[in-house]
C-alpha cells in the first residue's frame, strides 16, 4: 500500500505537490511590512495631555453608597493634575491632526511627539464627546508628513490592516491583521456611536487615537477602543471610519469648535426578516419610521411614520445609528437622498441636512448661590435639547441640566422634566425659578424621569 500511494504521488502534475524551497531572489527574502511601515509611521504621533482637576478631601464615607450624598461638597477643593498619553494622524502638512475625544477632550496642556522625536504645542479646534473625535492643530509646524485618508464605501471585509499607535506607552507600535467587519456598533460599555470598522489587528490601551491603514498607505480609520474583559486585545478592536473623520476635519476648517451633527427628528425600527416579510420584501434591511418631531426634516420632505428610510446617498441603512452616520458624512453639507419604501412603492426623496432648532428658544437660568437650590440650572425643552441630553423625541416643558451644589441631595437628576412645583405648572424656566423661590418645607416636585414619573419632597 506504501508503495502504491508514493507512486500515486509521482503521477501527480507538477505543482499539484507543496514545494518548499529557498527563497531565490531578494525580493522573496524581504516580503514584509517594512516599506509600508516607512510610509506611515512618521505620520503617528504620540500625545501626551495634562488635566489639572479639582479633587475634594476624602472622608470615612466616599465609598458608601448611601452616605456619600451626604457628604458631597465636603471639604476645599485641591488641584490635582493628571497625565496621560494618547495617539494621533497627521491629516495635513499644516499640522491637522485627528485623535479621540477621550485622550484630549479636557486637556489643558497636549504635547505633541513625532516619530522622528520633534515635540510640538497643540491646541483642541473641535471636539465631540458622543463621536470620541477630536480635531486637534499643531501650532508651528510645517511641511509635516501625513496620511491620505481612504474612501469608507470602497473598504471591504479581509483587506489586510496596520494598526500604528503608542500601546501602553512602550513606544510606537505596529500590529498587523484583517479588516474583521463593517458597520459595526462597537459592542457595549465603549465610547463612540454608531458605525465603526472591526478589525483584529491588536489594538491595546494607548493606542486610542493611532492609525488604521491600509496596504496603500491610506487612513482607513482611527483606532478608539476594544471588546476585552481582561483589559487587553482579543483581537476584536474597532476604528471610526475616515469618512467621519474627514467631515469633522471640514467643519473643524470651517470655524466650528464643536461637531454639528445633521438631525434626523425620529425614531425608528430596523426592519428584520419578520417585519419585512410583513412589508412583501424579500429580505431585512431599512428602518421603518416610529415617531416624527413636528420640526423634523423628513416631515418636511414628505415622510410619515410607518414609511421606511431604505438608503442614504446610495447607501444602505441597517439601524437608526448607521442612518444618522449616513446623514453625517453626506456628500453634500446641505441635502441628502433617501429611498423611501410606502405601501410597496419606492421613491427618492431629497431631505436637507440641518442642526436641531433652538425653538422656542432654551432660556436657561442657573439658580443663585443665595437661592434654596443654589446652582441648580434649567432649560426650555427644544429639538437641540433633546439631541443634546437624549430625551425622548416627544419632550416638552422644562428639563434640569446642572443639579448645582445641593440639587443631587434632595433627590433630583439631571434630564428630570419638571411637570409640577407644589401648586404651580412648570411650562417655562422661569415659572421653575419663582416655584422654587416661593417653596417652603415640605416642596413637593412631580417629574418624569427615564419614562415614568416621579414625585419628590423636601
Known amino acids: 500500500m506504501k508503495h502504491l500511494f508514493a507512486f500515486l504521488i509521482c503521477l501527480l502534475p507538477l505543482g499539484a505537490v507543496a514545494e518548499t524551497r529557498v527563497p531565490t531572489s531578494a525580493s522573496e527574502i524581504t516580503l514584509s511590512f517594512a516599506p509600508l511601515v516607512r510610509e506611515t509611521a512618521p505620520a503617528v504621533v504620540n500625545i501626551y495631555v495634562k488635566l489639572v482637576t479639582q479633587a475634594r478631601s476624602r472622608t470615612p464615607f466616599s465609598d458608601d453608597p448611601f452616605f456619600e450624598r451626604f457628604f458631597e461638597g465636603f471639604g476645599t477643593p485641591q488641584p490635582r493634575v493628571q497625565n496621560s498619553l494618547g495617539s494621533g494622524v497627521i491629516l495635513s502638512a499644516d499640522g491637522i491632526v485627528v485623535s479621540n475625544y477621550h485622550v484630549v477632550g479636557q486637556a489643558t496642556d497636549i504635547r505633541i511627539v513625532l516619530n522622528d522625536g520633534r515635540e510640538y504645542e497643540a491646541r483642541v479646534l473641535l471636539g465631540d464627546r458622543e463621536s470620541d473625535l477630536a480635531i486637534l492643530q499643531i501650532e508651528g509646524a510645517k511641511s509635516l508628513p501625513f496620511l491620505p485618508l481612504r474612501d469608507s464605501e470602497t473598504v471591504e471585509v479581509g483587506e489586510l490592516t496596520l494598526a500604528i499607535g503608542n500601546p501602553f506607552g512602550v513606544g510606537q507600535t505596529v500590529s498587523s491583521g484583517i479588516v474583521s467587519g463593517l458597520a459595526r456598533s462597537g459592542g457595549s460599555g465603549g465610547r463612540g456611536a454608531g458605525y465603526f470598522i472591526q478589525t483584529d489587528a491588536p489594538i491595546n490601551p494607548g493606542n486610542s487615537g493611532g492609525a488604521l491603514v491600509d496596504m496603500g498607505g491610506r487612513l482607513l480609520g482611527i483606532n478608539t477602543r476594544i471588546l476585552s474583559r481582561s483589559g487587553g486585545s482579543n483581537g476584536i478592536g474597532f476604528a471610526i471610519p475616515a ?105 427618492t426623496v431629497t431631505v436637507r441636512l440641518i442642526p436641531p432648532p433652538e425653538d422656542p428658544p432654551r432660556g436657561a437660568i442657573t439658580l443663585p448661590e443665595t437661592a434654596n437650590l443654589p446652582g441648580l440650572s434649567v432649560s426650555r425643552i427644544n429639538p437641540a435639547v433633546i439631541a443634546e441630553m437624549g430625551l425622548p423625541l416627544g419632550a416638552q416643558g422644562v428639563v434640569v441640566t446642572d443639579l448645582g451644589s445641593v440639587g443631587r441631595r434632595v433627590g433630583l437628576r439631571v434630564g428630570d422634566i419638571l411637570q409640577r412645583i407644589d401648586r404651580r405648572d412648570i411650562v417655562t424656566p422661569q415659572d421653575a425659578v419663582d416655584a422654587l423661590r416661593e417653596a417652603r418645607r415640605g416642596t413637593t416636585v412631580r417629574a418624569l424621569r427615564g419614562g415614568g414619573r416621579v414625585v419628590l419632597r423636601f
Open 243 to 347: 469618512d467621519l473623520v474627514a467631515a469633522f476635519v471640514r467643519q473643524a476648517r470651517e470655524g466650528n469648535d464643536r461637531f454639528v451633527r445633521p438631525w434626523a427628528g425620529a425614531t425608528g425600527q430596523a426592519v428584520d426578516a419578520d417585519l419585512a416579510e410583513t412589508l412583501g420584501r424579500d429580505r431585512p434591511g431599512g428602518i421603518m419610521l416610529a415617531g416624527l418631531h413636528p420640526a423634523s426634516p423628513l416631515v418636511d420632505a414628505g415622510f410619515q411614520v410607518g414609511d421606511v428610510v431604505l438608503d442614504v446617498d446610495g447607501a444602505t441603512v441597517g439601524s437608526p445609528g448607521e442612518m444618522l452616520y449616513r446623514m453625517s458624512v453626506a456628500s453634500s453639507a446641505d441635502t441628502a437622498q433617501m429611498t423611501r419604501l410606502r405601501g410597496g412603492t419606492e421613491e
